[in-house]
Every structure is written in C-alpha cells, then in structure tokens.
C-alpha cells in the first residue's frame, strides 16, 4: 500500500502544481497589463518596472490561496482520468484498493493542501498583502478604503463616538481624522475634533493640528465653542490593527485580526455579520480542498475512450466554478438574511460534499 500511496500522491502532486502555475501564469499576465497603466501614471513619482515587479510577486500567495481548491480539483481529476483510461486504477482495485481505502488515502493527502491553504490565507497572504500595499503608497500616497476612509465607533463613558480616518501611509500614521462625540440618549452631536495627522500610542492617539468644537445646551439654548490646539491626546482603545482592518479587505485579514476587530465591533453595537462571514469563511475554505479531492475520485470509476479526458477537466473546472459561485450566493445571501455565519460559511462545502459521496456511491456500489 506505500506503493500505491506514493504512485498517486506523486502524480497527484505535480498535476495540481502544473495546474496551480498554469494559473498563476494567466494572473501575472493580467496583473502585468494593471501595473503596465501604473508605470504610466506613476512614472514622474518614480515608480520603475522593477517596482511593478515585486508588487506583482506580492499579490502570488493571495491568488494561490484563492486558485488551489480548483487546482486540486482540476490536478486530481486529470489523473484520476488518466488512471482509469489506462486501466492502471483498475489493476490497482485488483490488487486491493478498495473504495473506502482509495478515499482514505486521498483524504489524508489532502490535509497537506488543507495545512498549505491555511498557511497561505493566515500568513503568507495578509502578509504579502500588506507588503505590495506599503511599497504602492510610497509613490500613491496613503492607504485608503474608498472615498470617505474607515469608520469605526467607540463607547468611552457616557458618550458614544463615531471615528473617521481618511487615510493611513506606509509609516502607520493616520491622516485626516475625524472624531463626532453623541449622546446615547437622544443621539444628541456633543462636539467635533478634527486632525490633518495622528499617531499610535499607548491606549491613545497623538492628535495634531487639532481643530475642537464642543457644543453646550442650556435650556433652549445651544451654545457652541471652537478651539484649536497644535496637539492633543485623546484616550481610545481602537488600536493600530483596527484601523488597518477597516482599511484593507476583509478577506485579506488573519483570522485572529477577524477575531478582534468583529469583537470591536459588537461591543460597540456595530454590525458585525460581514466580517464574521468573512471569520468562518476563512475557517472554512481550507477545507474546502478535502471536498475537491472527494469530487474528483468518482472520476477513476469511469469508462474512457480516448479523447475524454479532456471533457472530464473541463467539467471538473465547471464544478470548482459553480463552487466558487455558489460560495460568493451564500456569502450575500448570508449578510442580505441575517443568516448564522457559520451555517453560511459551511453550507457550500457541506452541500458539495454531499453530492461529491453521493456521486462515489453510485459510481461504485450501483454501476
């Protein structure tokens, strides 16, 4: 049996890696046409080929991430094909490989891919991420998340607090911030605090170049007084993590960082179900690789003539597809319905698996 393991673990290795680099050869292409529009636009800023070239080496480990599921899918059906059009699956059956067995060997292969996923989206990924993003701004500018910046809302007392930051650069300070104070009660403005920059500290911020306004009432009066002030500490508990969370895309994030920042965000009665989805999501996708390689085994019970194998890959790349599709369905439907985020998370590999066994079934015990 460490024949037969090695003989399908070793084919089954260099197909999902040929197909893996096929891939990320089409996603260097179109990132190469992307960064080909930035040495024009950024050229004057210094902004040279090689830049463009390690930017592009940057975003790899998150298209990897996001590429082998299908890979595995693709790689593991091609050979399983290629095994059962060569009789070399049937003499292997002959010799003791069993359909439990033959599914045992490949579900241990594939706690490889699950460790290598979960390597990739937790480490190597949000770290690359960050890298590509930081060498960017320094010939863009700052880090931003759309056109008006992160939000992000605190609790300190009796006031609630709605905090904006339009950008951060490559130093990690935050630029054109904006602070409103509530009351809780009645939803009452308090006051403002604006600052052109601000920086981390030890349980606050560094405020500069400070302009306040606080806003009194007495009786039916509202009175309203304005300050400016070159700088100011303001105590806060929204650290530097929180900030780069709400700057960046959630499905970028480790997820411990999802941990905290959806922990944030529930304490201050913020919503919270997107990034729990993305939490889950992220819990959930490395496993998603046991459910290819469960997808893909059916296909060694298949008769072939020649020239089929070709049709059986590409409907192995419209099953990954569907997947993702269905995967992206449950993700909107999920944070549309206010569904549980571990159901929506779960349902598309659970629902795939299902007909992945439900397929090996009657491959084997009714043909």
């Known amino acids: 049996m460490r024949t037969v393991r090695r003989l399908l673990y070793l084919e089954i290795f260099q197909a999902v890696g040929f197909v893996a680099l096929g891939f990320l050869a089409l996603f260097a292409f179109f990132d190469m046409v992307e960064e080909m529009q930035n040495l024009t636009r950024l050229a004057s800023q210094g902004y040279r080929i090689q830049h463009a070239l390690m930017i592009m080496a940057f975003k790899w480990p998150g298209h990897l991430y996001d590429l082998l599921p299908i890979s595995v899918l693709i790689g593991t059906i091609f050979v399983m094909a290629?095994?059962?059009?060569?009789?070399?699956?049937?003499?292997?059956?002959?010799?003791?490989?069993?359909?439990?067995?033959?599914l045992g060997l490949l579900l241990k292969m594939g706690w490889i891919f699950v460790f290598l996923t979960l390597l990739l989206g937790d480490y190597l990924s949000p770290w690359a991420e960050q890298q590509?993003?930081?060498?960017?701004?320094?010939?863009?500018?700052?880090?931003?998340?759309?056109?008006?910046?992160?939000?992000?809302?605190?609790?300190?007392?009796?006031?609630?607090?709605?905090?904006?930051?339009?950008?951060?650069?490559?130093?990690?300070?935050?630029?054109?911030?904006?602070?409103?104070?509530f009351d809780p009660d009645d939803?009452?403005?308090?006051?403002?605090l604006r600052a052109s920059q601000a920086d981390f500290g030890n349980g606050r911020w560094h405020l500069q170049q400070?302009?306040?306004?606080?806003?009194?009432?007495?009786?039916?009066?509202?009175?309203?007084?304005?300050?400016?002030?070159p700088t100011l500490d303001w105590p806060t508990s929204i650290s530097m993590?929180?900030?780069?969370?709400?700057?960046?895309?959630?499905?970028?994030?480790?997820?411990?960082?999802?941990?905290?920042?959806?922990?944030?965000?529930?304490?201050?009665?913020?919503?919270?179900?997107?990034?729990?989805?993305?939490?889950?999501?992220?819990?959930?996708?490395?496993?998603?690789?046991?459910?290819?390689?469960?997808?893909?085994?059916?296909?060694?019970?298949?008769?072939?003539?020649?020239?089929?194998?070709?049709g059986h890959v590409f409907?192995?790349?419209?099953?990954?597809?569907?997947?993702?599709?269905?995967?992206?369905?449950?993700?909107?439907?999920g944070n549309l319905r206010n569904w549980e985020p571990w159901i929506t998370s779960a349902a598309p590999s659970l629902i795939y698996m299902a007909i992945a066994l439900g397929a090996f079934g009657w491959m084997v015990f009714r043909r």
């Open 241 to 310: 993590d929180m900030v780069a969370a709400a700057l960046i895309s959630p499905d970028r994030m480790k997820i411990w960082d999802l941990v905290q920042y959806t922990q944030h965000l529930r304490q201050n009665r913020q919503n919270a179900l997107p990034y729990e989805i993305e939490l889950w999501r992220k819990v959930f996708y490395p496993l998603s690789c046991m459910v290819m390689l469960t997808l893909a085994l059916p296909f060694a019970y298949l008769h072939f003539r020649s020239g089929q194998i070709a």
């Open 82 to 102: 290629r095994l059962a059009q060569s009789s070399e699956f049937t003499i292997l059956r002959s010799g003791g490989l069993g359909p439990s067995r033959a």
């Open 187 to 192: 939803g009452r403005l308090l006051g403002t």
């Open 210 to 229: 400070v302009e306040r306004m606080d806003i009194g009432i007495r009786g039916s009066e509202a009175r309203m007084t304005k300050s400016r002030l």
């Open 132 to 181: 590509g993003l930081l060498l960017k701004a320094r010939f863009t500018g700052d880090l931003t998340a759309g056109q008006t910046g992160a939000w992000l809302k605190e609790r300190q007392g009796d006031q609630h607090l709605a905090v904006n930051i339009r950008a951060m650069n490559k130093d990690g300070q935050m630029r054109d911030v904006h602070i409103q104070r």
């Open 315 to 333: 409907g192995g790349v419209m099953a990954g597809i569907s997947f993702y599709l269905l995967n992206n369905v449950f993700n909107h439907m």
